[in-house]
């Protein structure tokens, strides 16, 4: 096949997002997974989910055979334009006041949840010692 794979962006293999049309870009390359929905082991919406993006983390963090990477070949339909995929984000959470545990409702029903039962045993220990002392 001397000829170049077509070149897709994103937004092209975004429009193939359904159950009847899917593409998935994985490694910088182009794939129609349609007619291999329902023979995929994970299910249909696992290959569902992963259109519209680059998928090359979620196919890489499943760990395919050496089949199913060579299934892939028979799927490829063209490459993917790089430029149109958008660049990771690094995730920030967001900023929050900072949390004492120490003075939270939950940390005071910790402690006595602790403490009432102590305090049960101890009445109930001295009640028996009090009684044993009364009646000799």
């Not at 994103?10 to 794939?31: M, Q």
């Not at 090359?56 to 060579?70: I, K, L, N, P, W």
């Not at 939950?106 to 220990?125: S, T, Y």
Request: aromatic share 8%.
């Amino acid at each position: 096949m001397g000829s170049e794979a077509k070149v897709f962006t994103l937004a092209e293999v975004s429009e193939h997002n359904s159950s009847k049309d899917c593409w998935l870009v994985i490694n910088g390359k182009v794939y129609d997974v349609t007619k291999f929905l329902e023979d995929h082991p994970g299910g249909d919406d696992v290959l569902l989910s992963a259109t519209g993006k680059d998928a090359t983390d979620d196919f890489e963090d499943v760990g395919h055979s050496s089949t199913a990477r060579a299934m892939m070949d028979e799927m490829h339909v063209g490459d993917i334009d790089t430029a149109t995929i958008p660049s990771k984000v690094e995730y920030k959470p967001p900023k929050q006041p900072h949390y004492n545990h120490d003075k939270t409702p939950e940390f005071v029903i910790k402690v006595l949840q602790f403490l009432v039962p102590l305090l049960i045993l101890g009445f109930a220990v001295g009640m028996r010692f009090y009684t044993k002392q009364s009646s000799e």
